[in-house]
Nanobody, 116 residues
Framework: QVQLVESGGGLVQPGGSLRLSCKASGIIFSDYFAAWYHQAPGKSRELITS???????YYYDTVKGRFTITRDNAKNTVWLQMNTLVPKDTGVYFC??????????WGQGTQVTVSS
């Protein structure tokens, strides 16, 4: 059974930092493309950053320079380091692992609230 367990969300003040983690089980993690999506209140889920199995990263413009995605294939984990958070970063963050169209998985989502 495949499981993706996210952790690390919470309430943070503007300018603060959070680190999200997503630990996978039941798959060969190193084979999978990994990504983080952000779903702001009332909006659709959007890709913000991704990392290939070999470590090539992509960042959407709104998070470039503030967020960092990393992975450790030995630990079956992908992280999202979020710095200089702003209120627009508020929402639910989902991790995603994909290999083929019928072999992709989502985490349960973790809430991040940026507010003073």
């Amino acid at each position: 059974q495949v499981q993706l367990v996210e952790s690390g969300g919470g309430l943070v003040q503007p300018g603060g930092s959070l680190r999200l983690s997503c630990k996978a089980s039941g798959i060969i993690f190193s084979d999978y493309f990994a990504a983080w999506y952000h779903q702001a209140p009332g909006k659709s889920r959007e890709l913000i950053t991704s990392i290939t199995s070999s470590g090539t990263q992509y960042y959407y413009d709104t998070v470039k320079g503030r967020f960092t995605i990393t992975r450790d294939n030995a630990k079956n984990t992908v992280w999202l380091q979020m710095n200089t958070l702003v209120p627009k970063d508020t929402g639910v963050y989902f991790c995603y692992l994909g290999l083929t169209p019928d072999r992709d998985y989502w985490g349960q989502g973790t809430q991040v609230t940026v507010s003073s």
